[in-house]
């Protein structure tokens, strides 16, 4: 049996919460266990957006239930009228995480039959004390940095194959690979995508999102090779322009590892489309087809190339560069 971080943090936390809250003298001190374990969430930023608005819908709920209780009595039927109406607050609110713990303060202020400022003092500190022990359990998050640059690589090798498997083809009309590559790219960029969210969650005092920013720019890459493998295997015809055109992708295939900028191949594609217009044109039907579908597949390597150079390289996670 496997005890995860966020596990043993809760554990921590709840002990050390009933702890403080016993220790200070508070009323029904047990409580405040609980609202470490209704706190404590999966990122820095998930945590401090729950606390808000628990907090807040305890203080709502604390003048709820002084007014509910005043005006109809210590009822049963009381507590359903005022989470009649308490709920659908919280609701419009948007602090609707917050009806668990209020529930617990509702339930002690009816209790205890007898709404007095000491008792509103009690709650709120027992729920200052809940959520701050939370927010202190939820300050460590183990680092991710090493799962998301490994998927980086493997993303990179998965593309590194695609495009040599379509090298090959290009070269010499063999067809033979059966594609695993590309729903595999595809798996590990949605795995990738939720950790490099979570990573970015856990940045409290900096918005770094790049690796979200360069998992999506590898999703709408590999988006672009799956419209060119179409176009690839129409070609039937070895003409001088397609084993030019192999010859680029081969070489973009090796440059995708750091220190290579996406903006030197937009150049030399510029330079191969000018050199395709200085070419003699198509004689018969079938190598105007061919041709066409040689553009077409130019300007799908350009949609590919200006994806990768609209990620900027100044922003990016740590020693990590443009890549093609």
């Known amino acids: 049996m496997k005890i995860g971080y966020r596990t043993l943090k809760t554990a921590v936390g709840a002990a050390l919460a009933i702890a403080i809250a016993q220790l200070i003298g508070l009323h029904n001190f047990a409580s405040a266990g609980i609202i470490v374990i209704l706190c404590v969430q999966v990122t820095k930023k998930r945590s401090l957006e729950t606390a808000r608005a628990r907090f807040a819908a305890c203080v709502v709920a604390i003048g709820f239930a002084a007014l509910f209780f005043t005006v109809f009595g210590y009822h049963p039927w009381t507590i359903g009228l005022l989470l009649l109406l308490f709920i659908p607050v919280t609701v419009r609110l948007k602090v609707n995480e917050g009806i668990a713990t209020s529930s617990v303060i509702i339930l002690h202020l009816y209790a205890a039959k007898d709404i007095t400022w000491g008792l509103v003092a009690n709650e709120i500190l027992l729920v200052a004390v809940g959520i701050g022990v939370a927010l202190l359990m939820n300050m460590y998050m183990p680092s991710v940095e090493k799962q998301l640059k490994e998927h980086q690589r493997t993303v990179e090798d998965l593309f590194r194959i695609i495009l040599k498997e379509i090298v090959r083809y290009l070269r010499t009309n063999e067809l033979d690979w059966d594609g695993k590559e590309l729903p595999l790219a595809a798996e590990t960029l949605?795995?990738?995508?939720?950790?490099?969210?979570?990573?970015?969650?856990?940045?409290?005092?900096?918005n770094e999102d790049e690796y979200v920013r360069y998992f999506r720019m590898r999703e709408r890459q590999l988006e672009i090779i799956e419209h060119m493998?179409?176009?690839v295997t129409s070609l039937v015809y070895t003409v001088e322009q397609r084993m030019m055109i192999a010859d680029f992708i081969d070489e973009l295939s090796d440059a995708i590892h750091p220190g290579n900028t996406a903006d030197r191949f937009l150049r030399r594609l510029a330079e191969m489309r000018e050199q395709f217009k200085a070419m003699p044109l198509p004689k018969t039907r079938e190598q105007f087809e061919e041709r066409a579908a040689l553009f077409h597949l130019v300007r799908e390597l350009e949609r590919y190339l200006i994806i990768k150079s609209e990620f900027h390289p100044g922003n990016e996670p740590k020693q990590q560069r443009l890549k093609a």
Request: glycine share 0%; charged share 35%.
């Open 190 to 206: 949605e795995k990738a995508k939720k950790l490099a969210m979570r990573h970015a969650d856990n940045q409290l005092w900096r």
């Open 229 to 231: 493998l179409p176009l």
